[in-house]
């Protein structure tokens, strides 16, 4: 989708981050901006920094009923959505064994199927408009590799990918204009690593050895190279671009090339972050 100008774009997890920084990026754009997410304060701060007038839809995308109303309010205020960012996400940490059921229900919950009712809700409706659409969905270098510590994350990162993989297929078969791609970014300073502040209490129960794992990846995040802003222009051109994977770090793809040799030569798995687990504290 070459010109963007004047077009709607809608934007989960826009209260922080690198969904702030998409809807800032969009509403510079021209675009009509609509932002959801549960931080409505977050949603606020967004809203004043774009200085446009964008609309903010408070959504919790792990529920298929609030991303449908999300959609209808879209269409009602605006009678189409041309870019599509389901980017809400969220991480926990900690080794598989002990990794909780609440960890797994809150993570898939919003990682992965949040990115399911975003489709669902969304996608029909852009058939149905016609003319060009984009559906982006923020996966992660996650998506690509498996980092021990972050077996939830990766398996819900994994599924954004070949989910997004499948939809961009099955657009080309139809002969649809809706373009896809799949945002990996490594690691970007944001709140994701406090993620944790927006866990719902009924879900609260962690992993119990969650503590030396969470506090790496916490200072790997603090100490991301790419900004937020950097990743949502990087993603602003690759929608222009209509290119499907966009990894906004260098490295990914060196790690990548790695798994897929240990893939091919049937060898055991190469540890990704290898100096996670030298620290005597693991
Ligand atoms: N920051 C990184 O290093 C990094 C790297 C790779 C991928 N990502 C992905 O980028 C995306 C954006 O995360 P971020 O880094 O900007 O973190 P962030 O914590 O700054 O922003 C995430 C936003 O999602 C919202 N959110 C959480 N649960 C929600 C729910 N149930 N419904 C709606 N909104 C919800 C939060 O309120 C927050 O505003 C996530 O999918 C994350 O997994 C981040």
């Known amino acids: 989708m070459k010109e963007l100008g004047g077009k709607v774009a809608v934007v989960t997890g826009g209260g922080s981050g690198i969904g702030r920084e998409l809807a800032l990026a969009c509403a510079r754009e021209g675009m009509k901006v609509v932002i959801a997410d549960i931080d409505e304060p977050g949603m606020a701060e967004t809203a004043k920094l774009t200085n446009a007038a964008t609309m903010a839809v408070r959504c919790n995308v792990s529920k298929a009923d609030e991303v449908e109303s999300l959609a209808a309010r879209v269409y009602e205020a605006h009678g189409a959505a041309h870019l599509l960012f389901?980017?809400?996400?969220v991480s926990v940490a900690g080794p598989t064994w002990t990794t909780t059921l609440h960890d797994w229900e809150w993570c898939m919950g919003i990682n992965l199927m949040g990115v399911v009712h975003g489709i669902r809700s969304f996608v029909p409706r852009m058939l149905q408009q016609g003319g060009e659409a984009h559906v982006v969905s923020t996966a992660s270098a996650a998506g690509t590799l498996s980092v021990p510590g972050s077996s939830v994350y990766c398996v819900s990162k994994h599924g954004v990918v070949t989910m997004s993989e499948c939809l961009h297929h099955e657009l080309r078969i139809v002969k649809s204009q809706i373009g896809v791609s799949v945002l990996c970014p490594a690691f970007v300073p944001t709140g994701i690593?406090?993620?944790?502040?927006?866990?719902?209490?009924?879900?609260?129960?962690t992993n119990p050895l969650a503590a030396p794992y969470a506090a790496w990846a916490k200072k790997a995040v603090e100490k991301g190279k790419i900004s937020a802003p950097?990743?949502?222009?990087?993603?602003?051109?690759?929608?222009?671009?209509?290119?499907?994977y966009i990894f906004t770090h260098p490295h990914t793809r060196d790690a990548i090339e790695v798994r897929m040799q240990d893939l091919l030569q049937q060898r055991h798995p190469t540890n990704p972050t290898p100096s996670k687990t030298s620290g005597e504290n693991l």
């Not at 389901?86 to 996400?89: R, V």
């Not at 690593?193 to 129960?205: G, V």
């Not at 990087?234 to 929608?239: D, H, P, S």
Request: proline letters at 3%; aromatic letters at 4%; charged letters at 30%.
């Open 86 to 89: 389901n980017n809400a996400g």
């Open 193 to 205: 690593a406090d993620s944790h502040r927006n866990r719902p209490a009924e879900l609260a129960d």
């Open 230 to 244: 950097e990743v949502a222009a990087m993603t602003l051109q690759a929608v222009k671009e209509d290119r499907f």
